[in-house]
Structure formats: C-alpha cells, structure tokens
C-alpha cells in the first residue's frame, strides 16, 4: 500500500511556542489530506480537509487561526499548532487519499502520527 | 446527530474465536464502508472495505458484511488471534468525501 510519513513522530514545546508537523506522501501524489485530532482511547476527530494549492477547509469549532495548514505540493502538507497551549496536548494524524488507487480511490492512507506535548 | 453508532465499545474474545463488531449509519449517500485497526500509539491502517453493490467481502481470516436496507455493516474476525488485540474504526464515506469515524472498538482477544 501507499505510504504515508509525518514528521516529528514526538515534540514537545513549551506553552506560548509554534509546532509545525509535516505529512508527506511518498510514493503518490495525494491532491487531500485530512489532519486529524485523536486523545487518549477516542475516535479521531477531523480538524480540517487540505487541498493542494487552496485553503483548507476547517471543521466547526476548530480554530483556523490556530491550527494552520498548507498544502504546498501534491506530497506535502504541514499543520502548524500557533501559540500552543496544554489543552493542545494530542495525537495528530494526517491523512492521504491516492486518487489513481482504482475502485479504493476513498482509501485513505494515515500517517503513523506525532504526539504533542505541551508543558 | 450521531451519524455513526459502532458497537460494543470493548470486546473481549479468546483465542480462536469469532470477533464481531457492529456500525449503523445514517447517511445514505455514504458509498465506501471500511473498518481500520489502529495500534497504541500508531495512525489507523486499513483493514478492508466493501462497496454498497456487495453483501459480503471475505479476506482472510477478515469478512465484512453490509446490510443496506438497515444501513448497517459489520467487522467479522474469525479464529481471534492475541495480534488482532486493537482498536477497530468504522468510517463510512461518500464518493470522495471524508470520512465520518465510529467511536471505535478496543478488542482484546485472550491467549
């Protein structure tokens, strides 16, 4: 199967500091991601849809200001945790979609995750 | 509106038995029904996935079945193995959208 990367598996920063988390897809072109947010034995909880080369679309109630996100390639996106808060504490996900993946073209290939920590 | 109701929350199987996790749904523009199993601390992975114009897919020891007039699909695993100890999400979708996550299954299967 397709391969997903996300880098840093682990950070944790100091309250008031930026996180920035990269996805990557490595062996396709994947023109969505999805971010994901999961806590300690939840289901994962969308924050925002990324499209290569527009805006993200955010889900109610998360802060776009807050949570930004770029897609600057169709390998590439990063979601940066602006002024980062305990609360912000969490397991970030990101997901791709390979669109030449034939009938399976809704599979979506997660990433295996960073843990923010945030003191 | 919960969208998405997955069932039972925990399940605890020994070795060499049936596994059987259950999810309803609402949304009948849904057209792409997977389960994924994630590991502590790992992103899910997916387990398999069925299509509406199917009733049943079988891989492995893995089966998933889909009732569409009671909108409902579920995760059979057969011959329960201590490795197939995770969590198991349902996460309906439509064509090419996002998907909507259950809640999830922790399974634990004794040895």
């Known amino acids: 199967g397709a391969v997903v990367s996300q880098h840093p598996s682990r950070v944790i920063c100091k309250s008031g500091t930026s996180v920035k988390i990269e996805c990557r897809s490595l062996d396709f072109q994947a023109t969505t991601m999805f971010w994901y947010r999961q806590f300690p034995k939840q289901s994962l909880m969308l924050m925002a849809t990324?499209?290569?080369?527009?805006?993200?679309?955010?889900e109610q109630g998360v802060e776009k200001d807050k949570f930004l996100i770029n897609h600057a390639s169709l390998t590439l996106s990063t979601l940066t945790v602006t002024s980062a808060h305990p609360e912000d504490s969490s397991f970030y996900i990101c997901?791709?979609?390979?669109?030449?993946?034939?009938?399976?073209?809704?599979?979506?290939?997660f990433g295996p995750g960073t843990r923010l920590t945030v003191l | 509106q919960q969208q998405v109701k997955q069932s039972p929350q925990s399940l605890i199987v020994q070795k060499g038995g049936i596994s059987i996790i259950n999810c309803a749904y609402e949304?009948?523009?849904?057209?792409?029904f997977p389960w994924y199993q994630q590991f502590p601390g790992k992103g899910p992975a997916l387990l398999i996935a069925i299509r509406p114009d199917v009733s049943e897919k079988k891989e492995g020891r893995f089966t998933i079945s889909f009732n569409k007039s009671a909108k409902q699909f579920s995760l059979h695993i057969m011959d329960s193995q201590p490795g197939d100890s995770a969590t198991y999400f349902c996460a309906p979708s439509p064509n090419a959208g996002k998907s909507t996550f259950g809640d999830g299954t922790t399974l634990t299967v004794k040895p």
């Open positions: 997901s791709a979609c390979n669109p030449l993946a034939g009938e399976n073209y809704n599979e979506q290939f």
């Open positions: 949304n009948t523009a849904f057209d792409y």
């Open positions: 990324s499209n290569e080369g527009s805006k993200a679309t955010y």
